[in-house]
């Protein structure tokens, strides 16, 4: 997985949604996952140092997560993700069996 971040990052660019912040933020506060250092200064080191840009969680990605094509399971941050990635057109990179089988059915551009 690395070395397709580097790929990417040498190509055009790795993108994060703000979701996937979020998402990150939440495991860090239940204590799911432990990043060595407060998770402010996490995020501000793996968006500044690596060059990884930020997408936008705008209006048409919010609508779009609610109107997603096929059958889709409900949880809001991974459609959150799926659609700042279709919006966007970028690959997304997961581990995530659900999104990976969405992938699958075409409505999704994603690697593992």
């Given amino acids: 997985m690395i070395d397709l971040i580097e790929k990417a990052s040498s190509v055009g660019g790795v993108y994060i949604s703000p979701i996937s912040i979020w998402e990150i933020a939440m495991l860090e506060a239940q204590n799911r996952i432990h990043l060595g250092k407060d998770i402010h200064q996490w995020v501000e080191d793996a968006i500044t140092v690596s060059g990884v840009k930020q997408t936008e969680l705008t209006p048409q990605v919010l609508i779009d997560s609610t109107k997603l094509p096929g059958n889709f399971h409900k ?38």
């Fill in 75 to 112: 949880d809001p941050a991974d459609r959150m993700i799926i659609a700042t990635s279709r919006a966007n057109g970028l690959l997304l990179l997961t581990q995530d069996e659900r999104i990976l089988a969405y992938s699958q059915e075409g409505y999704v551009n994603t690697v593992r």
